[in-house]
């Protein structure tokens, strides 16, 4: 090993030697237990940040824990194809060549995409392997390769076949600037600050009027109707007779529908059916006209009459103005809305009537929900449950359709001659009802639509591969809760669906990455932390621990690089604790610890490390990562190289070959075991050093088995021990409170409790060398002089004054600190006896005094016996 930890110098050479030796694979004719994760796929437009690696980190703790406890684990890797993100990219790309998508055509515009999957595809790939993740590369899955575009196919196809998917004119949520559809999932809904325009709606025959309110007075050139509630006497006489559209002329009727919530404004709401969701329903109820008044773009279109070319925002403007010359605009209130935006370019979503291809959620639903009620699937935390629930039970039909050309076509073929729609798995070139020509439907479908398959799309279904009857279902999807509505609920209710059988049996969400003051990172706040450059310049493994060291379940994580260096030193801290024992290695022959005569420091660390296996064990098989990196650095900083390294240090130096063949087999024993427990968390520091150390249990510490507990009993030596800590510790407390300078060491005089003379014996080495003493003697009672007493349930210890201090200088020292709290005693009592001031002062500030006056009076009792001490 090297003097010094330098992780350039290995990590990359162990990743590649890994999986050069096939560490990563899983074999699915092996007779061991499965234990399958699916890696949630990147997008092939990424770049490995924050949110990837810790959500990567978490698997792959997972993944070699359960790999070192005997499963045959895969971890199946693979990266998504992104449409939109993916679309836009090569367009921008494109744009900056001067040509775009329509001049190259759909054929050219794909294989340009290929080639760009092709250079930054593999981008994200490489630095996952950076991170050291150990994901079954011979797995790799791309959602358009071959197997998964197969399974896409299939899926369409049956579920058209049964009438849960269909294409009707339906509001959606489009998003002009991207052109295409989104799904409810994909809508990112921002507070803003906007108005509620109240218009008056005038009867045709001149008798009343009606008032609505609106937030989208743009919208109200598509009005076919203003609904009321049936129960609502103010309007009874307005239901069946028809208004005048302001600006329009239009005759639109008044129509009653429960829809309505009468308490709500004016109880009367206007009914634009190509506009608004809620509006198509009661729409379709009446039988109403649908007049679209925009178009894709979001540009008013030739139903918009005079406002016919302006852009939605340049048409509210106008449209207000004109209602306020027209009379028609009642009021303008303040008012805080929430408002839709794509997920994807940010823009103002615009629900528009539109042929789609739909899939009907309700029956796909219905079992989803069952599963997780039933707890064949469980989230962890449990409070993550009810937003899947909500997002099941109020589903609506899922709009799969994209008005993009890089994705999975829709396989579906028209007839123009007869009319006929087929949806056909392989390629249709005539039709099969009348032999005309076909062709093929234009959009894609949603990325999420293969996503949603990935756990058995990715193991070769439909057909029954040997993968599938392994690895499926899987027991263990890691995700951050931002994607529960997005991917999560879609993978239940497809495995449920098409493998009759749930995809996996537990959720564990995790938070996201956050900065230290709790925003989310983004280029805009310029907040973000590239991981890649905390590999650079720590390692993979001071990146990895840091993310997961102590977190709870579920909770976003405040980042900060300020932490990096401690996390540093601990790695450092395990590079020096095994270069000590390996240095201690050289000439002694390892025993197994059956064969070691164990010392009382022994039977402590044992006992400790046993209690560790335990916790660990008991926090991995919850994946409680967080918790389980903190117990191990706890034991590993203060337990094992804070004390157990110092205390073997006593016996280690001029000890007979016997005693230090003891010592280094139990070293070499505990460290192997601490190695083990890290390597899921910190692999490539563990993997180092752990092919230096002699008696490995492996070839490879990836394929070690994970420490065990095992039964000895150790209890009552090891509270001993740490009773004897409890000493050395009071002697370094007293020492710090003196300001004893650390190099300096003094004579200790113990005594010990009348039934632990054999325990102040057996360690009179550890107390004199990690206390600081110069000699040590065993005493039956306090020695004469001026003595510095600790009382401990083991003993009572002295220490001479004049060797702790300089006794003038030290007098000196607490003359003046007495001075200073004679005057504040003097101050507050003051106060005090002020009746002015007791007299107006709150009760709060005279209680404040009091406690000032005891804390003060009680220091000077303790200076003052401080200076009597010193004679």
């Not at 809305?337 to 029956?363: A, D, L």
């Not at 197994?592 to 044992?606: F, G, H, T, Y």
């Not at 660990?616 to 390294?645: H, N, P, Q, R």
């Not at 220490?799 to 600190?817: F, H, Q, S």
Request: proline share 5%; net charge neutral; charged share 25%.
């Amino acid at each position: 090993m090297n003097k010094t930890y330098e992780p350039k110098s290995f990590e990359s050479r162990i990743y590649a030697s890994d999986m050069q030796k096939g560490y990563f694979h899983a074999d699915a004719k092996s007779d061991k237990a499965p234990f399958t994760v699916m890696l949630p796929p990147p997008n092939i437009t990424g770049q490995l940040h924050m949110g990837h690696a810790l959500d990567q980190t978490f698997q792959d703790a997972i993944i070699r824990y359960k790999r070192m406890k005997g499963f045959e684990a895969l971890w199946l890797p693979g990266v998504d194809h992104a449409s939109i993100a993916t679309e836009v990219k090569i367009v921008e790309k494109l744009k900056e060549e001067g040509t775009s998508k329509a001049e190259l055509g759909r054929e050219a515009f794909l294989e340009r995409a290929y080639q760009w999957k092709e250079q930054y595809g593999g981008r994200i790939v490489e630095q996952m392997k950076q991170l050291g993740v150990s994901c079954d590369w011979d797995r790799m899955a791309f959602t358009m390769d071959e197997r998964c575009s197969k399974a896409v196919k299939t899926v369409f196809v049956n579920l058209y076949n049964k009438g849960l998917i269909y294409k009707g004119d339906r509001i959606i949520n489009w998003c002009p600037c991207c052109k295409t559809a989104i799904s409810d999932a994909e809508v990112e809904y921002e507070q803003a600050h906007s108005h509620l325009w109240h218009i008056r709606y005038d009867l045709e025959d001149g008798t009343g009027s009606v008032t609505v309110a609106t937030t989208r007075p743009e919208t109200m050139l598509g009005d076919t109707a203003v609904a009321v509630h049936p129960s609502d006497k103010r309007y009874a006489s307005f239901v069946g007779k028809n208004l005048i559209l302001p600006l329009v002329g239009r005759k639109i009727p008044v129509v009653a529908d429960p829809y309505v919530e009468k308490e709500f404004g004016t109880g009367a709401v206007k009914i634009t059916p190509a506009h608004d969701p809620n509006d198509f329903e009661v729409g379709a109820r009446h039988e109403l006209p649908i007049v679209r008044v925009m178009d894709d773009a979001g540009v008013m279109n030739e139903n918009a009459g005079a406002y016919c070319g302006l852009d939605r925002a340049a048409a509210r403007e106008k449209i207000v103005a004109d209602l306020k010359a027209c009379g028609a605009l009642v009021k303008i209130e303040d008012h805080l809305n929430n408002v839709g935006h794509c997920y994807r370019c940010h823009t103002v979503i615009e629900p528009i009537v539109s042929k789609q291809w739909f899939v009907k959620m309700k029956p796909l639903a219905a079992p989803a929900i069952q599963a997780v009620k039933t707890k064949k699937v469980t989230f962890s935390p449990k409070r993550f449950e009810k937003t899947y629930l909500h997002w099941m039970e109020n589903i609506r039909d899922w709009c799969i359709s994209r008005q993009l050309w890089w994705g999975h076509r829709i396989p579906v073929y028209y007839c123009d001659a007869c009319g006929e729609m087929t949806a056909s798995i392989d390629p249709v070139d005539r039709c099969p009802h009348c032999g005309g020509a076909v062709r093929q439907d234009e959009d894609v479908l949603d990325t999420w639509f293969s996503s949603a398959l990935w756990p058995f799309s990715t193991l070769g279904w439909p057909e029954n591969t040997e993968d599938l009857k392994k690895f499926y279902p899987t027991n263990v999807l890691v995700t951050a809760y931002d994607i529960i509505t997005f991917w999560v609920s879609r993978m239940i209710f497809s495995g449920i669906e098409h493998m009759s059988e749930v995809p996996f049996s537990e959720v564990l969400i995790h938070g996201i990455v956050r900065d230290e003051q709790g925003r989310k990172m983004s280029k805009s706040l310029g907040n973000g932390v590239d991981p890649l450059e905390i590999i650079e310049s720590y390692s993979a493994d001071t990146l990895r621990f840091s993310l997961v060291h102590g977190i709870a379940a579920g909770g976003d994580i405040k980042y900060s690089t300020k932490k990096l260096d401690g996390y540093s030193n601990f790695m450092n801290k395990i590079w020096n604790a095994a270069r000590f024992v390996l240095l201690n290695c050289e000439g002694v022959a390892v025993k197994p610890l059956s064969d070691v005569k164990l010392s009382l420091a022994d039977k402590w660390i044992l006992h400790g490390l046993n209690d560790t296996v335990s916790a660990v064990t008991k926090y991995m098989d919850k994946y409680e990562v967080g918790l389980a990196a903190a117990k191990l650095y706890d034991f590993t900083w203060s337990e094992f190289c804070d004390w157990y390294i110092e205390l073997n240090k006593t016996e280690l130096y001029g000890a007979d070959e016997a005693t230090r063949a003891d010592r280094v087999s139990v070293l070499v024993h505990v460290l192997r075991e601490i190695l083990k427990m890290l390597h899921p968390i910190t692999p490539f520091i563990t993997s180092e050093i752990y092919d230096a150390l002699p008696n490995k249990d492996a070839e490879n510490i990836m394929i070690a088995p994970y420490p065990a507990p095992v039964k000895r009993p150790l209890k009552r030596f090891a509270e001993d021990m740490r009773a004897v800590m409890e000493v050395i510790r009071s002697v370094r407390a007293l020492r710090t409170e003196m300001n004893v300078p650390q190099n300096k060491r003094t004579a200790l005089f113990i005594k010990p409790a009348t039934d632990k003379a054999a325990l102040v014996k057996k360690t009179a080495r550890y107390i004199e060398k990690l206390a600081n003493g110069s000699s040590l003697t065993v005493v039956e009672k306090k020695p004469d002089g001026n003595m510095a007493a600790l009382v401990t349930p083991v003993c009572e210890v002295y220490i001479p004054m004049g060797e702790l201090v300089d006794t003038a200088a030290e007098r000196k020292r607490l003359e003046k600190e007495l001075a200073t709290v004679e005057s504040e005693i003097a101050r507050a009592q003051g106060k005090l006896n002020n009746t002015g001031f007791t007299a107006k002062a709150p009760a709060k500030l005279i209680d404040e005094e009091k406690a000032k006056l005891k804390k003060y009076t009680d220091l000077k009792e303790n200076i003052l016996a401080k200076i009597a001490d010193l004679g």
